[in-house]
């Protein structure tokens, strides 16, 4: 299970769980993907609204993140936003904090706090900050934005779970700039020594960061044979596909003596046509014109789906 | 003096606390042996994470490990600290996650590793981050009182622990408060205001100084942040002159800090001791070095002097 798979192995591997299982039905329903890409779009929409509202905020890297957000906080993950600190939750961080007001649409419509408070984004008073803070937003485990510390954070966590004989999963999203940075790889070192099963770090990589194409500033491929090669059972998707999002997340949970990762290959700004691939998109907002554009091209999808 | 090292004091204070305090974890980058947190891991192995050299990603799992509950002492050289220094202010301070920072060998007290191994700015930014307590530990009984009282103080706290043998100067009935600096002798024309292991020498300075006949107060001021300005601001009105003494930089450190309360409420002469703007250099031992860049004990008493003269113009 540990060896780097392409896309089609994938769908061997779901097979293979599909038996393991004893379930021969579709793995996930095709209502519940319809569901789950619907909130994806209304999450785009929610955030591209922040960013223009506030005239700040990182388009691109929210855009590309919005089924990996929306399958972990809708579907997979065993939150309660009634009891934000339960013990036994599983926890997501959000490392490449940068990509928050997707994670605050997200944590609002799914009852963290109410959504008018989205439209307070990055005001003084305001619990939502300009990159994610613990402290102040229900919902936000681990303070976020300065890139590099998700990984390490997220084996501390897992440490701290099996001294306390928790039973959770910890999650993290970095960014594939990010990966940049050394103490990412020297977290996942210490992952690997401690066989952290419960951790699986996904790896947004849009292949753009603030100043360019990732391959151009400091290239990091391959992130999926650096992975394996740090010991982690290594899966690489389409991250902005959401039946492979969900089959992976499952498939990252039966893997039971290493860490995993996952490799989301995703689109940067993807959803809004001249958003997408543009390294100039990395942290800008829309203007009115941009705004209006952005925003009926993701109707126009939503309605698709 | 009866002697005792300071960094076993800890290491040993830190496995006994760890038996009374199941949510003391412990996380050590490939200096175990060194900052004495050995004695932890054959107690507790199944709470100590040794993560080798990866000094950011020890203070990041230190935090994790915070978020999940536990009190994690993270551990290595003062200097190495520094490396983590945006870990600390973004994870630790600014999260305000419960983690204790362990800065060892501090100052110049690895003489013999030279000046890639001393530390002479830690407690200048330690100190500026917001949300963070500062403390140094002067004596082997003060180390060890240290262990529960920065355990139980709730939030980011960054202790300093020297790797030398010091003298003892307190009994066990001593207790350390956060916040509180501790009259060691009293005095009348002049306060030694001093952290680590030169509060020892400025008892050995106030000593001399009484032969001369200069009265000189000894304060043992382990809490650098938050600072016990009421006892500094008391210590002015009485002297009229302070002297303050560290084993770190006159920049930002205790000197520093006392500056600042000094400058703020109550203005009176005061002389620096510490290292002076300069980085300095490998030694035979660490008493040779400290006197070699101005921290010995003929210093302070000079420095004693001149605060005395300063005001009495």
Same mark, same amino acid.
């Given at each position: 299970?540990?060896?780097?798979?392409?896309?089609?192995?994938?769908?061997? +591997?779901?097979?293979?769980? +599909?038996?393991?299982?004893?379930?021969?039905?579709?793995?996930?329903?095709?209502?519940?993907?319809?569901?789950?890409?619907?909130?994806?779009?209304?999450?785009?929409?929610?955030?591209?609204?922040?960013?223009?509202?506030?005239?700040?905020?990182?388009?691109?890297?929210?855009?590309?993140?919005?089924?990996?957000?929306?399958?972990?906080?809708?579907?997979?993950?065993?939150?309660?936003?009634?009891?934000?600190?339960?013990?036994?939750?599983?926890?997501?961080?959000?490392?490449k904090?940068?990509?928050?007001?997707?994670? $605050?649409?997200?944590?609002?419509?799914?009852?963290?706090?109410?959504?008018?408070?989205?439209?307070?984004?990055?005001?003084?008073?305001?619990?939502?900050?300009?990159?994610?803070?613990?402290?102040?937003?229900?919902?936000?485990?681990?303070?976020?934005?300065?890139e590099g510390?998700?990984?390490?954070?997220?084996?501390?966590?897992?440490?701290?779970?099996?001294?306390?004989?928790?039973?959770?999963?910890?999650?993290?999203?970095v960014g594939d700039g990010e990966c940049q940075c050394g103490v990412i790889w020297?977290?996942?070192?210490?992952?690997?020594?401690?066989?952290?099963?419960?951790?699986?770090?996904?790896v947004?990589h849009n292949h753009v960061q603030l100043d360019g194409p990732v391959h151009e500033i400091l290239p990091v491929d391959s992130l999926?044979?650096k992975?394996?090669?740090?010991?982690?059972?290594?899966?690489?998707?389409?991250?902005?596909?959401?039946?492979?999002?969900?089959?992976?997340?499952?498939?990252?949970?039966?893997?039971?003596?290493?860490?995993?990762?996952?490799?989301?290959?995703?689109?940067?700004?993807?959803?809004?046509?001249?958003?997408?691939?543009?390294s100039?998109?990395h942290?800008?907002?829309?203007?009115?014109?941009?705004?209006?554009?952005?925003?009926?091209?993701?109707?126009?999808?939503?309605?698709?789906? | 003096?009866?002697?005792?090292?300071?960094?076993?004091?800890?290491?040993?204070?830190?496995?006994?606390?760890?038996?009374?305090?199941?949510?003391?974890?412990?996380?050590?980058?490939?200096?175990?042996?060194?900052?004495?947190?050995?004695?932890?891991?054959?107690?507790?192995?199944?709470?100590? +994470?040794?993560?080798?050299?990866?000094?950011?990603?020890?203070?990041?799992?230190?935090?994790?490990?915070?978020?999940?509950?536990?009190?994690?002492?993270?551990?290595?050289?003062?200097?190495?600290?520094?490396?983590?220094?945006?870990?600390?202010?973004?994870?630790?301070?600014?999260?305000?996650?419960?983690?204790?920072?362990?800065?060892? $060998?501090?100052?110049?007290?690895?003489?013999?590793?030279?000046?890639?191994?001393?530390?002479?700015?830690?407690?200048?930014?330690?100190?500026?981050?917001?949300?963070?307590?500062?403390?140094?530990?002067?004596?082997?009984?003060?180390?060890?009182?240290?262990?529960?009282?920065?355990?139980?103080?709730?939030?980011?706290? $960054?202790?300093?622990?020297?790797?030398?043998?010091?003298?003892?100067?307190?009994?066990?009935?001593?207790?350390?408060?956060?916040?509180?600096?501790?009259?060691?002798?009293?005095?009348?024309?002049?306060?030694?205001?001093?952290?680590?292991?030169?509060?020892?020498?400025?008892?050995?300075?106030?000593?001399?100084?009484?032969?001369?006949?200069?009265?000189?107060?000894?304060?043992?001021?382990?809490?650098?942040?938050?600072?016990?300005?009421?006892?500094?601001?008391?210590?002015?009105?009485?002297?009229?002159?302070?002297?303050?003494?560290?084993?770190?930089?006159?920049?930002?450190?205790?000197?520093?800090?006392?500056?600042?309360?000094?400058?703020?409420?109550?203005?009176?002469?005061?002389?620096?001791?510490?290292?002076?703007?300069? +980085?300095?250099?490998?030694?035979?031992?660490?008493?040779?070095?400290?006197?070699?860049?101005?921290?010995?004990?003929?210093?302070?008493?000079?420095?004693?002097?001149?605060?005395?003269?300063?005001?009495?113009?």
């Amino acid at each position: 299970m540990n060896q780097i798979t392409q896309k089609p192995l994938i769908f061997i +591997f779901t097979l293979l769980i +599909f038996d393991m299982r004893g379930n021969n039905m579709a793995y996930h329903s095709e209502q519940l993907v319809k569901e789950l890409d619907e909130i994806a779009q209304s999450l785009r929409m929610d955030a591209l609204e922040m960013i223009y509202r506030r005239q700040a905020g990182h388009p691109g890297g929210s855009l590309s993140a919005a089924e990996i957000i929306t399958a972990l906080l809708f579907h997979h993950l065993r939150i309660d936003p009634k009891n934000p600190n339960w013990e036994e939750r599983d926890r997501f961080i959000l490392s490449k904090g940068h990509a928050c007001s997707l994670l $605050y649409a997200a944590l609002a419509r799914r009852g963290f706090f109410p959504r008018e408070e989205l439209q307070t984004w990055g005001h003084i008073g305001s619990r939502l900050q300009g990159h994610p803070d613990r402290l102040k937003t229900p919902g936000v485990e681990m303070t976020s934005g300065m890139e590099g510390h998700g990984v390490a954070v997220g084996v501390g966590l897992c440490l701290s779970a099996r001294i306390k004989n928790l039973n959770y999963d910890v999650y993290v999203l970095v960014g594939d700039g990010e990966c940049q940075c050394g103490v990412i790889w020297e977290g996942a070192m210490i992952a690997s020594k401690y066989r952290l099963s419960e951790l699986t770090v996904i790896v947004d990589h849009n292949h753009v960061q603030l100043d360019g194409p990732v391959h151009e500033i400091l290239p990091v491929d391959s992130l999926a044979d650096k992975w394996k090669a740090f010991n982690f059972a290594t899966f690489e998707i389409d991250g902005n596909n959401m039946w492979e999002v969900l089959d992976v997340l499952d498939m990252a949970k039966e893997i039971h003596n290493k860490p995993t990762a996952i490799i989301a290959h995703t689109t940067k700004g993807k959803g809004v046509s001249f958003m997408e691939n543009k390294s100039a998109w990395h942290g800008r907002p829309p203007n009115d014109e941009e705004y209006a554009r952005a925003i009926s091209e993701l109707k126009r999808r939503l309605s698709k789906e | 003096m009866k002697k005792a090292s300071i960094r076993k004091a800890y290491g040993q204070a830190l496995a006994d606390y760890g038996d009374l305090n199941p949510d003391v974890a412990v996380v050590v980058a490939d200096v175990s042996s060194s900052v004495q947190t050995k004695f932890f891991a054959e107690k507790f192995p199944e709470r100590f +994470f040794n993560v080798g050299i990866t000094e950011q990603a020890m203070v990041d799992v230190a935090v994790g490990l915070a978020l999940g509950g536990m009190i994690p002492f993270a551990n290595t050289f003062a200097v190495l600290f520094l490396r983590a220094a945006e870990q600390i202010r973004t994870c630790v301070a600014y999260a305000k996650t419960n983690v204790k920072i362990v800065g060892s $060998y501090s100052g110049l007290s690895n003489f013999k590793d030279g000046p890639t191994h001393h530390v002479e700015c830690d407690i200048a930014i330690m100190r500026s981050m917001p949300n963070m307590t500062v403390v140094e530990a002067a004596d082997a009984v003060e180390a060890r009182k240290m262990v529960p009282a920065v355990a139980e103080h709730d939030g980011p706290v $960054y202790l300093r622990i020297s790797r030398t043998d010091a003298p003892i100067l307190f009994d066990e009935s001593y207790e350390v408060k956060i916040g509180k600096g501790a009259v060691l002798r009293d005095g009348s024309e002049v306060a030694l205001i001093a952290s680590g292991v030169m509060v020892s020498r400025c008892l050995e300075a106030a000593e001399k100084l009484e032969k001369e006949g200069i009265d000189a107060y000894v304060v043992d001021m382990s809490s650098i942040k938050p600072l016990d300005t009421d006892l500094v601001w008391k210590l002015a009105r009485e002297t009229g002159a302070i002297v303050t003494a560290e084993d770190h930089s006159i920049i930002g450190g205790l000197g520093g800090a006392v500056a600042e309360a000094l400058g703020e409420k109550s203005p009176v002469y005061l002389e620096r001791i510490g290292v002076r703007d300069t +980085f300095t250099e490998t030694s035979l031992s660490y008493d040779e070095l400290l006197d070699h860049y101005g921290m010995g004990i003929e210093d302070i008493i000079e420095a004693a002097r001149q605060a005395v003269e300063r005001k009495g113009k």
